[in-house]
């Protein structure tokens, strides 16, 4: 009779040992996999907001997402020249005036999908305004999915809609305009010289890079890649150290501030200020994107 063969405990070792070295193997591969599948998505989503833009722009003839109006408080109900007032709704509007009298609207830039949702009559909060690597704003979503079509809140989204497309040109071509006269613009797609050159959104940080625990990484940080979407209607990864080493070589892509990143993002409500205070990653870096020299007319990429 033949008798059988039980493992050795040495085989036993040598085995856990192969499998231990597999699996370790192959969860940085699976982790490489998730986090490339979740990059696809956002880059995704980046276009579809383009496409959003694109639609606007052809049903409010070629004028850029501009929702200040420069009015008379006292002939507008209480409303300011950094309100951004609801196309359907002149009654219905968000205080955008930041604490710092130099940034005037430009808090608007991460909420402006939100507020897009009033003109489509689409509800507020849609999965496409966030990258699926934004932690933040995704955890606030999660929490708050009640709030979701109340039309007295405005989202942050993951992509950022660049100032210069309501801000005067004035603003970014030497000494700066007073707050209300530059911070408000109905610029023309006529206006942009170098389609393919200017960014008109850009996600609001490298999160694929951005390491668990510690603060967002800055769009516009020398560590960063991130993803942008050009007047022309296309969307790459820039790497913004090379984007960089450009600008020093062609004053003309150099930006004219400094900005840094929110690691998160308050739901605006109606008829009331944005009032926040933000961490931030590194302090500030030139805010590319954001304040392109020349304004509108001017050129963010090397193309």
Same mark, same amino acid.
């Given at each position: 009779m033949n008798r059988r063969r039980a493992f050795t405990l040495i085989e036993v070792l040598i085995a856990v040992v192969i499998i231990g070295l597999l699996v370790g193997l192959l969860i940085p591969a699976l982790g490489q996999a998730r986090r490339s599948a979740r990059a696809t998505v956002g880059a995704a989503n980046l276009r579809s907001l383009n496409g959003v833009m694109n639609a606007y722009l052809n049903d409010f003839r070629e004028i850029y997402l501009t929702p200040f109006k420069d009015r008379d408080p006292a002939q507008s109900g209480g409303a300011y020249w950094f309100d951004a007032v609801a196309p359907n709704d002149q009654l219905l509007y968000w205080r955008f005036q930041s604490a710092d009298p130099e +940034? &005037? $609207?430009?808090?608007?830039m991460y909420y402006w999908y939100s507020f897009l949702s009033v003109y489509d009559g689409k509800p507020r909060f849609r999965e496409e305004q966030i990258s699926p690597d934004d932690a933040g704003i995704r955890t606030q979503a999660n929490t708050l999915p009640e709030f979701w079509n109340d039309h007295n809140l405005l989202w942050p989204s993951s992509y950022v809609y660049s100032p210069v497309f309501w801000s005067d040109s004035g603003r970014y071509l030497g000494p700066w305009l007073p707050t209300d006269a530059r911070s408000i613009a109905a610029n023309s797609q006529a206006n *942009? /010289? +170098?389609?393919?050159?200017? *960014? *008109?959104?850009?996600? /609001?940080a490298d999160f694929v890079n951005s390491r668990a625990g510690e603060l967002l990484l800055s769009w516009n940080s020398p560590k960063a890649n991130t993803w942008v979407a050009t007047a022309d209607g296309s969307c790459s990864r820039v790497r913004m150290r090379d984007l960089m080493a450009a600008a020093e070589r062609d004053n003309a892509m150099l930006p004219v501030e400094l900005d840094r990143t929110f690691d998160s993002l308050p739901i605006v409500r109606s008829h009331g200020p944005l009032v926040a205070e933000f961490d931030v990653e590194e302090g500030g870096f030139p805010a590319f994107f954001k +304040? $392109? /020299?020349? &304004?509108?007319a001017g050129r963010d990429l090397q193309r």
């Open positions: +940034s &005037g $609207t430009d808090a608007f *942009v /010289r +170098s389609p393919a050159g200017k *960014v *008109v959104l850009f996600q /609001r +304040s $392109t /020299r020349f &304004g509108i």
